[in-house]
């Protein structure tokens, strides 16, 4: 068995000790021209990507998390910069928008024959499967690779309703185990503060059909992705 870990990071000693359970906070708006208008905030259910940017900024920074186990308050340095860093997690909106296709009940569970030619085309119409094994794994493995961490989007839901999209979750990924074609993703998920948190799937076959595996009781997989990440020097920690 393989196994890469990016050093100096584990959930209990780089990951935040509170949960992703913040207290009624203003609301502040993203819109997705022709998808949805997405809140941040208490309405926004938690502030998982501003959780897990903020983390992985710590941690290049080599600055230790607070050891507070409740979150920071609204209107707080600390509060400000998870927030600010939630916006930054949606990359323009280029993140939202890949929840929102992965989640389209018309992507096909299996790998099309015909997929390769609406490619060509320019049209996104991989199985999820191909997704998570041919595109995506390959992008959070290279980043781990490298020593780097890697923000993962995990897809929660298959629907048309943009309103769905706060179903589903950021993460960061700390390492993997690689056994034969079976991948173990290592996570620190701000739901789970502390916790040894696994994303497993087998990457045998690209054509096929899976649904990744979570250790959590949180809701079932349906696929995940890579997301864009740019490190910020994080001043309300300094």
């Known amino acids: 068995m393989t196994t890469v870990?990016?050093?100096?990071?584990?959930?209990q000693t780089a990951g935040f000790r509170f949960r992703n359970a913040f207290a009624p906070a203003p609301i502040r708006e993203l819109r997705i021209q022709?998808?949805?208008?997405?809140?941040?905030?208490?309405?926004?259910?938690?502030?998982c990507g501003g959780m897990s940017f903020s983390?992985?900024?710590?941690?290049r920074a080599e600055v230790a998390p607070p050891s507070d186990t409740t979150p920071p308050v609204a209107g707080s340095p600390a509060f400000d910069y998870i927030v600010n860093r939630q916006i930054a997690s949606f990359a323009g909106g280029i993140v939202p928008l890949r929840f929102y296709r992965l989640m389209d009940p018309s992507r096909p569970e299996r790998e099309p024959i015909w997929a390769p030619w609406l490619g060509w085309a320019g049209v996104d119409r991989h199985s999820r499967t191909y997704v998570m094994v041919h595109e995506e794994w390959p992008r959070i493995r290279r980043d781990l690779d490298q020593g780097k961490l890697s923000m993962i989007g995990l897809v929660r839901a298959i629907d048309r309703d943009p309103h769905k999209l706060s179903s589903n979750h950021q993460v960061v990924a700390y390492g993997y185990d690689l056994e034969g074609s079976r991948v173990t993703l290592r996570i620190y998920d701000p739901n789970w503060p502390g916790e040894e948190v696994t994303l497993g799937f087998d990457a045998g076959d690209p054509n096929g059909s899976i649904r990744p595996t979570y250790s959590t009781t949180d809701a079932p997989l349906v696929c995940f992705f890579r997301a864009p990440y740019e490190a910020q020097e994080p001043t309300a920690w300094r």
């Open 5 to 11: 870990l990016v050093p100096r990071f584990t959930p």
């Open 34 to 47: 022709g998808v949805a208008t997405l809140t941040v905030g208490d309405a926004a259910n938690g502030l």
């Open 55 to 59: 983390a992985a900024d710590l941690h």
